[in-house]
């Protein structure tokens, strides 16, 4: 790692030990379920979106979709954005595109 410095490179690699992680259980099933799709404002996200809702709803049958738009797309979305997805679905689709 001494000579990176010397040649003026960074070294990419994160080294801050192993942190274990709870991930959500994978669903089985989706009919039934509401879906939210969370748009980031990216260009084109939109349409990768419409294009998973459709999928879903060809092979399941998905009971409501909630479609939620973050203000700025760089930034998290807000408090008010994950409450209603969590209280309005069961699972969210993230993208995205340009």
């Known amino acids: ?3 990176l410095d010397r040649y003026g490179f960074v070294d990419p690699t ?13 669903i089985a ?9 969370l ?3 990216k260009h084109n996200v939109d349409r ?17 979709v909630t479609n939620v738009t973050k203000f ?11 409450a209603t997805l969590v209280e309005r679905t069961d699972f969210v ?3 995205i595109a340009d």
């Open 39 to 41: 748009d980031n404002r």
């Open 93 to 95: 689709i993230s993208a």
């Open 48 to 64: 990768l979106l419409a294009g998973f809702e459709k999928a879903f709803k060809k092979r399941y049958e998905v009971a409501d």
């Open 29 to 37: 099933d989706f009919n039934g379920l509401r879906m939210g799709l």
């Open 1 to 3: 790692m001494a000579n």
């Open 14 to 26: 994160y080294d801050q030990g192993t942190k274990s992680v709870l991930l959500a259980p994978r």
């Open 72 to 82: 700025i797309f760089s930034q998290l979305a807000s408090e008010n954005d994950i």
